[in-house]
């Protein structure tokens, strides 16, 4: 067996028993099996589940299950307990609040925490200037919600969204997105008028051209191609875009891409719509990913980390654009008291620390990831900002032929071991944990996922 280097004995020494994954029985567990099987019977089969975890309780980055497994969480319920399971603020803001005023309906009705929320919101949000900000339930609703907006104050029909995207499964949202045909397959027509175009992947550049040579042409390909042949720009309300790519593979762009598309609109009058549903709320290590590329959008959607797992999402805006008319838009669950309580509790804790802490940690899980490339046959790429870092793995180097099923059974040994991780695009593993996260808990997850890679790749995690 390999000797421990310095660096690998110095971060075994620094943990505690409570870092590490505790597993009690084989997984699933007895209970586990036994609750897997009433989800078969009772609930709709459309949910996708990687691994047969039941969580019973969960405390920062860790989650226990039914069965007393314990499991280090690098997937943070999909990017959205940013503070944690639990965090003891968080629940004494929801406890308080709920204790106090559970609904009210801002749709028909004031009170004070809607207004605290929005004037923070407002004043977190990129950009000078007066801001207005509207509350739905999720991030596929605050899509919704900015697309109805874009056309009403535009008074146009169109809107340019990118391959590989995913903005949420509502019909408005789900036309946008364009991650995988499982999820559009059966539902159409869906809303007319949205085009796609390919994002800024530079390490799968479906122009073939180098980054230092292409002139951002994922980007301006709207302006000379798209604008030149079908789309009129007069008719185009929106550009939507993740200025970090989710579901689509954790893809982080150049930041000229965003810059250019900034541009366009401004040219075109178009407006220019950030989707920070999973790579806002201090998960890159600032508020919004769109700051890392200092481009102000005209609107801003936020959601998941934004109440650290309670229902909230936000479309934030320039005052002079959210200016339809009463009625014209409302929920009435959207702003309710105990998601806000929960939401202004988890901006405070994000200010104050976890922010900088995904900052930090960032930087470090990439440093223990940049040699993966080098030293794992399966990976072909490395990227991500903050704790928003995705792992690509390929069947060859030279092909970047997609290793789907390696990926698949990547998390599926994860698990196994302890660790809780989920995939994105066809073949890339997505880490996310909570912004808590530390550097004795990154350096068990590396090591995990260091093992099952190897496993893989040696031919010993066959089906």
Known sequence: MRAKTKAATKRSASRSSDDAPLLRTRLPGPQARRIVEQDNRYISPSYTRSYPLVAKRGRGALVEDVDGNRFLDFSAGIAVVATGHCHPRVVRAIRAQAAELIHMSGTDFYYPSLVTLARKLAELAPGAGPKRVYFGNSGAEAIEAAMKLARIYTGRDKFIAFTNAFHGRTYGALSLTASRP??????????????????????????????????????????????????????VAAIFVEPIQGEGGYVVPPPEFLRELRRICDRHGILLVADEIQCGMGRTGKMWACEHSGVVPDILCAAKGIASGLPLGATISRAEIMSWPPGAHASTFGGNPVAIAAALATIELLEEKYMANAARMGIYLMERLREWPARHPLVGDVRGQGLMVGIELVKDRKTKAYATEERNRLVQLAFEKGLLVLGC????????????????????AVEILDQCLTRIERGGAKH
């Open 425 to 444: 695009g066809l073949s890339t593993l997505r880490l996310m944990p909570p912004l808590v996260i530390s550097r004795a808990r990154i350096d068990i």
């Open 182 to 235: 499982v999820q559009r397959r059966g539902f159409g027509p869906l809303l007319p008028g949205v085009i796609h175009v390919p994002y800024a992947n530079c390490y799968r550049c479906v122009y073939n051209l180098k980054p230092e040579d292409c002139g951002m042409y994922c980007a301006r390909i709207i302006e000379e191609q798209l604008f030149r042949t079908s789309v009129p720009s007069d008719e």
